[in-house]
């Protein structure tokens, strides 16, 4: 393969339309390739973003329990004062964007006609660990083999401490296509910039014979000039593949009750559908705004310029538009408020976090990290100084008001000595093991709905598993000082009608103290596959529905799983409908309902009171057996074991006593 040169894709025009099957082919590998960067930097960003030292607080309008409490893991600040949080909130705003990135990329593979992918061979093996990355690899995924440089050949692809070695790494992937040649040797330079249309390429093939392409942005590059080739029939790529009618999605820019103004208002997140050229304008818009944001405008610049070239009569007013890809303060601000902790707005930490550096691109931020880390500690580092047992009450405490919380919490004393006990067991690699699993787990949940939203066969993205796969990557950085091992697969749970959500809640075994399946461990309602697996205090209204980010303490969710065994009868569905009463933790007669975050945290608290409907959900028909009223500030756990006990009680068994909290329950923060 030789390069193309520095400098614009020409614009390919009188095509042969026998080549239509060919390009379509190779258009549906590159969309499906952009999903893979994107999605490949999520989990890497996180885990850097997390591998920061930090505490941070659980704070919500008009709640107080949490009061004078801290858990491990950083979190934005409005004012960051020190090192460790101007950088957390550097990483953060590149992080949250990137989240934007992948769902603008699925949003045109599905509108080209590609249905997205979230679990692709490329990233993920088939028991979902992550072959991208180890200390064994150094290739940026479709884009570069580090090893080809001259700045990054010793640079591995991996979730590590944010040192130089890990900057270099960001900056390597947010790279400008400029500086990227400059970097790359000389002799390897013809594996890279691949000249359009790609040469040998044949309609069988897919993403992962895709050539590498030396920078996001050209690889984006790629997509443009693919969608806009002309062919001598006087038709187009994007004539033959735009489907209006499409699946797309939007979590950013459309205005709900708890998320008032759209984040981004100055481009579109879904790509128009009133007519072929709008959408196409719209698409490339959608792009820019991503090679914007992460390479520079350079790059963004240069995807506009060829859809001006290529139908300039039709889009003349639409390219004289500068686009603006930046966020809206006022949006951020209203849509992430912040509260201190005695309930009462402040101003918010993350819109100050994202907006602040907004007008800089990714490769800029990562660069401006180069001040920060000689002052910057990490979790390796903090862990390094603090020796075998690191943990003190006092860590977990504010100190204004000094343990000023609800009596339902366990105490930061006992918090502190289940940290140290985790590290302290880990002699083995054991505890390290499970926590990489809880962190493969957790984000296969994500990724597994992901397929299903954009295949439209769920309504419910689930958003808080975002927040919650960030306190389970937090949780083995601040028990260990190291990343989870994001490769580490995760086998299915074995067939069963029902997993139960806690420790000691198994109705097959009652007075077991067993934990439940690490298979099964989830951070959302919208990875609740099976009943029996509610957990955490969002409450989940009987009938479903609405989002456990929301209001009035509301669940997420929505519908049955339909799988054998895990399924509510159509009769008792539909009997649902309209009532009041909520589910119970680890008593939730179907699948998506419950509540989330399996196991239930020690210290997760209810915002609300109800009553809620229990019944014997392994026995036929899952029969009622009763109701339970539930306390605002309540412990989840307390609540979970009384709804058990009530079942057991139903048939006639002794209550076993309850159990001790498991050191993993007492470590993971409450779900928020």
């Given amino acids: 393969m030789t390069a193309h040169p520095p400098g614009p894709i020409p614009p390919i025009k009188n095509r042969p339309i026998a080549s239509r099957d060919t390009d379509r082919s190779a258009l549906n590998a590159l969309v499906q390739a952009a999903i893979n960067v994107e999605l490949f930097t999520v989990p890497l960003y996180m885990g850097t973003l997390y591998s920061i030292q930090g505490m941070h607080e659980i704070n919500a309008a008009n709640q107080t329990f949490y009061r004078g409490r801290r858990w491990p893991g950083a979190a934005p600040r409005h004012t960051p004062v020190d090192a460790n949080q101007r950088a957390f909130n550097v990483v953060f705003s590149v992080f949250i964007q ?21 679990t692709s061979g490329a990233l993920q093996d088939p028991r979902h660990g992550w072959v991208c990355f180890g200390p064994d690899q150094h290739v940026i995924p479709h884009i570069i083999d580090l090893r080809d440089t001259r700045s990054y050949a010793h640079v591995v692809v991996d979730v590590r401490p944010l040192d130089a070695e890990q900057r270099a790494l960001l900056l390597a992937i947010e790279e400008p296509e400029d500086q990227a040649r400059a970097r790359i040797e000389p002799s390897k330079l013809h594996r890279y910039f691949p000249a359009v249309p790609f040469a040998d390429w044949t309609p069988d093939k897919t993403e992962r014979d895709l050539p590498l392409f030396g920078t996001i942005g050209y690889m984006y590059e790629c997509i443009v000039a693919y969608m806009t080739i002309e062919y001598d029939d006087g038709t187009t790529l994007w004539d033959h593949v735009f489907d209006p009618q499409a699946v797309q999605r939007e979590l950013f820019n459309t205005p709900s009750g708890g998320h008032p103004m759209a984040e981004y208002p100055g481009f579109p997140t879904l790509v128009p559908t009133s007519n072929s050229a709008e959408a196409l304008s719209g698409t490339v818009d959608m792009i820019r705004a991503i090679t914007d944001q992460g390479e520079g405008n350079g790059d963004g610049g240069r995807i506009r310029a060829m859809l001006g070239a290529h139908r300039a009569a039709v889009l003349q007013a639409m390219n004289n538009v500068e686009p603006v890809y930046r ?12 509260y201190d902790a005695n309930g009462m707005p402040v101003p918010s930490a993350t819109a100050a976090a994202r907006f602040q550096p907004d007008g800089i691109d990714h490769y800029a931020r990562f660069k401006s990290l180069e001040d920060e880390l000689h002052g910057l500690v990490t979790w390796k580092a903090w862990h390094d100084q603090h020796g075998p047992q690191p943990w003190q009450a ?13 009596q339902e919490l366990p105490s930061a004393e006992d918090i502190a000595a289940a940290l140290n006990r985790l590290k302290a067991k880990d002699v083995d690699g054991s505890v390290h093991r499970q926590l990489s699993q809880v962190a493969v787990g957790s984000i ?11 295949r439209g066969t769920t309504d419910t993205f689930p958003f808080p598993a975002m927040g919650g796969s960030g306190d389970r990557i937090a949780t083995c950085w601040a028990v260990l000082g190291k990343a989870p091992d994001l490769r580490i697969g995760l086998d299915p749970p074995p067939a069963a009608p029902y997993y139960h959500a806690c420790q000691g809640l198994d109705l097959d075994d009652p007075g077991a103290n067993a934990m439940p399946l690490t298979q099964t461990f989830h951070t959302c ?14 409450v989940q209204k009987l009938s479903g529905g609405g989002s456990c980010s929301g209001g009035g303490g509301g669940g997420g969710g929505g519908g049955c799983n339909a799988s054998a065994g895990n399924s509510i009868s159509a009769h008792l569905a539909a009997n649902l409908c309209g009532q009041t009463l909520f589910s119970a933790p680890a008593d939730n007669a179907c699948g998506q309902l419950g509540g989330c975050a399996v196991p239930i945290s ?22 009622k057996v009763g109701e339970l009223a539930f306390e605002y500030g309540q412990a989840v756990y307390t609540t979970a074991w009384n709804a058990y006990v009530a079942v057991l009680k139903s048939r006639g068994i002794p209550a076993p006593k309850q159990p001790e909290p498991d050191d993993l329950r007492l470590a993971f923060p409450p779900s928020t």
């Fill in 98 to 118: 990137e989240m934007l990135h992948l769902q603008l990329a699925a949003n045109i593979a599905s509108v080209v006609g590609v249905t997205p992918s979230f």
């Fill in 327 to 338: 966020s809206s303060d006022k949006a951020l601000k209203l849509d992430y408020p912040s």
């Fill in 394 to 406: 006092r860590y977990l405490l504010t100190g204004e008001p000094p343990d000023d919380v609800s």
């Fill in 444 to 454: 296969y949940g994500i990724t597994r709905v992901l397929d299903s939203y954009w």
């Fill in 525 to 538: 309602i919208g990875s609740n596959e099976c009943k029996g697996q509610g957990g955490c205090g969002f």
């Fill in 602 to 623: 020690a210290s997760q608290l209810y915002p609300r009171n109800g009553t809620m409907q229990l019944y014997d959900i392994t026995a036929e028909g899952n029969p």
